[in-house]
């Protein structure tokens, strides 16, 4: 049994792939697999479940074991980066989880500053759904998380990036554009795309705090979906300013009553390696100054 093999096998399974992960390990795909199925023979079971249609899949006891191994790559990955800072060649990874809006329009500037201190630091992206970002810190798949903050309790330490304003948005020949800003009374018998997700609880608040109902046409997951079928004319929907705006054919007005969510980055201080603790501090620092 060798660390490595469990390397291997963490990036099998976060990409999901034997040719994606030997192309991140800069292996041959026999290797790979070789470094695997050795795993296996050595512990006489079977981690991986290779479903042709399906894809790879882990089997009961690969579910069990890859939670140990990430820890331990992860470890030794810390070990790595806390020699590489004393030594002042800094060097490591940041696996980071992202919704679409906060890769746009949040993480370039980030990246931008954090790069010309420390080139020699990598970056993996996971983008996902809000979900699927807070599955993943509970995981271990990712370090850090770009996420939106909730009344909910959470098991995670987090730090406040930007407040993004909540808006109404519509085609360029929609009648709302004659408006200074919308009320949900104004929009009510208008057909409406809504977001599923996380989100569609959060605007169907606002609906019910104005003792209204939207007027569903499409319920869809993917935002860039939603921008091309509100572009089209098919409906109007209430979403991120900071999304919005990256989409320069769509408009958008303010709600009358304000409304604005949070975004900040999670992450569970006790395990934050070297690389993870700069990133942070340099995204504080990056957005102290926007406010």
């Not at 808006?167 to 018998?189: G, M």
């Amino acid at each position: 049994m060798t660390i490595s093999r469990f390397e291997v096998f963490t990036t099998v399974v976060d990409l999901g792939s034997f040719t994606k992960a030997a192309k991140k390990l800069n292996m041959t795909q026999p290797a790979v697999s070789h470094a695997v199925s050795s795993l296996e023979s050595e512990w006489g079971v079977s981690l991986l479940i290779r479903d042709k249609k399906k894809g790879l899949r882990l089997t009961e006891i690969g579910q069990k074991t890859v939670i140990h191994m990430r820890e331990i790559v992860s470890r030794i990955e810390k070990i790595n980066q806390e020699i590489a800072f004393a030594s002042n060649i800094e060097k490591g990874t940041v696996r980071l989880g992202i919704f679409y809006s906060a890769s746009a329009c949040l993480l370039p500037k980030i990246l931008a500053q954090f790069q010309r201190k420390y080139p020699n630091i990598e970056f993996v992206l996971f983008e996902g759904t809000y979900e699927e970002i807070i599955d993943w810190l509970e995981s271990g798949v990712v370090d850090v998380g770009f996420i939106i903050e909730t009344n909910e309790a959470t098991a995670y330490e987090t730090l406040p990036l930007v407040k993004d304003d909540i808006v109404v948005a519509f085609s360029e020949r929609h009648f709302l554009n004659k408006y200074e800003s919308v009320t949900i009374k104004d929009i009510a018998n208008e057909p409406f795309i809504m977001p599923k997700g996380m989100y569609a609880p959060y605007i169907f608040e606002i609906f019910k705090d104005a003792h209204a109902e939207p007027n569903i046409c499409f319920e869809v997951q993917d935002c860039t979906t939603i921008a091309n079928l509100v572009k089209e004319g098919l409906g109007i929907t209430i979403g991120s300013k900071l999304f919005l705006k990256t989409h320069s054919q769509l408009k958008y007005k303010d709600l009358a009553v304000k409304n604005v969510r949070d975004i900040s980055l999670a992450f569970n201080s006790s395990k934050t390696s070297p690389a993870v603790q700069a990133f942070l501090k340099e995204a504080r620092r990056v957005y102290d100054k926007e406010q």
